[in-house]
């Protein structure tokens, strides 16, 4: 097991929790490389018909540890981050996330690529790459305005505004948004009810809603992107600035 995170399979469905609650389940490089190996486990699994991501404690995901990126271009491009994002995109089964608390940056971006989302109404989803000298990563670049329009996202990526639970649900990021306590349920029975369903034809779904070489596309310009701004006076300003403590000016 990774540790900060745990896999478990039962009925069908395998769940894949970060575990890591006392840094707000932010994401290492361990952690991206064992979330990319049970995803191609459970793609590889026939019994497997459905997968359900969850944040253990109060929160979903904080994000990306930022250690990464204060290490700088090189460190980020041999990383795990690169196999968890191609493990996610072709993901062939269907994929149900359960978010409460907060969900920053991945743990925003990573639900573009979920095919169920049930969020708490008190959840708050934010983007803050810009703030770090960054772009935004994952492809979302040109998914998040394809989701909710070109400037609802430019405001939460430039901006750094903040969507509510009940905002994400109503914009169409999530499909319902709940008491906290009945997120984690909700997307169970989802992921259970899916993996009642013909395993082909849902299958067969997903490849015709989702666009495999666009999705491809959309990673390598952000991934490019993303790279080059590590690179920057503003990147590493940012990064000095949140070691210390400090809010990114």
Request: with cysteine; hydrophobic share 50%.
């Given at each position: 097991?990774?540790?900060?995170?745990?896999?478990?399979?039962?009925?069908?469905?395998?769940?894949?929790?970060?575990?890591?609650?006392?840094?707000?389940?932010?994401?290492?490089d361990a952690m991206y490389g064992g979330i990319a190996d049970a995803l191609g486990a459970a793609a590889a699994d026939d019994a497997v018909?459905?997968?359900?991501?969850?944040?253990?404690?109060?929160?979903?995901?904080?994000?990306?540890?930022?250690?990464?990126?204060?290490?700088?271009?090189?460190?980020?491009?041999?990383?795990?981050?690169?196999?968890?994002?191609?493990?996610?995109?072709?993901?062939?089964?269907?994929?149900?996330?359960?978010?409460?608390?907060?969900?920053?940056?991945?743990?925003?971006?990573?639900?573009?690529?979920?095919?169920?989302?049930?969020?708490?109404?008190?959840?708050?989803?934010?983007?803050?790459?810009?703030?770090l000298g960054l772009v935004p990563e994952a492809g979302s670049g040109r998914l998040l305005p394809e989701r909710i329009g070109h400037v609802?996202?430019?405001?939460?990526?430039?901006?750094?505004?903040?969507?509510?639970?009940?905002?994400?649900?109503?914009?169409?990021?999530?499909?319902?948004?709940?008491?906290?306590?009945?997120?984690?349920?909700?997307?169970?029975?989802?992921?259970?009810?899916?993996?009642?369903?013909?395993?082909?034809?849902?299958?067969?779904?997903?490849?015709?809603?989702?666009?495999?070489?666009?999705?491809?596309?959309?990673?390598?310009?952000?991934?490019?992107?993303?790279?080059?701004?590590?690179?920057?006076?503003?990147?590493?300003?940012?990064?000095?600035?949140?070691?210390?403590?400090?809010?990114?000016?």
């Amino acid at each position: 097991m990774t540790e900060g995170l745990r896999v478990e399979t039962d009925a069908g469905v395998t769940t894949i929790t970060l575990a890591r609650p006392e840094k707000k389940n932010a994401i290492t490089d361990a952690m991206y490389g064992g979330i990319a190996d049970a995803l191609g486990a459970a793609a590889a699994d026939d019994a497997v018909r459905a997968v359900v991501i969850a944040g253990d404690g109060a929160d979903f995901c904080a994000g990306n540890d930022i250690s990464m990126f204060a290490d700088g271009r090189d460190a980020v491009s041999s990383s795990n981050v690169g196999p968890f994002l191609n493990a996610l995109t072709g993901f062939p089964k269907p994929i149900v996330a359960a978010v409460t608390g907060r969900a920053i940056g991945v743990g925003v971006t990573m639900l573009l690529h979920c095919d169920l989302v049930y969020v708490a109404h008190d959840a708050t989803l934010v983007t803050p790459f810009i703030d770090l000298g960054l772009v935004p990563e994952a492809g979302s670049g040109r998914l998040l305005p394809e989701r909710i329009g070109h400037v609802r996202a430019f405001a939460l990526f430039a901006l750094g505004e903040r969507l509510s639970g009940d905002e994400a649900a109503t914009l169409g990021i999530a499909n319902r948004a709940l008491a906290a306590d009945a997120v984690l349920p909700a997307a169970m029975a989802a992921a259970r009810a899916l993996a009642e369903k013909p395993a082909s034809a849902i299958a067969a779904t997903k490849r015709l809603m989702r666009d495999a070489d666009t999705l491809r596309a959309a990673l390598s310009a952000d991934r490019e992107a993303f790279l080059r701004q590590l690179e920057t006076p503003e990147a590493a300003a940012a990064f000095a600035a949140f070691a210390a403590r400090k809010g990114p000016r």
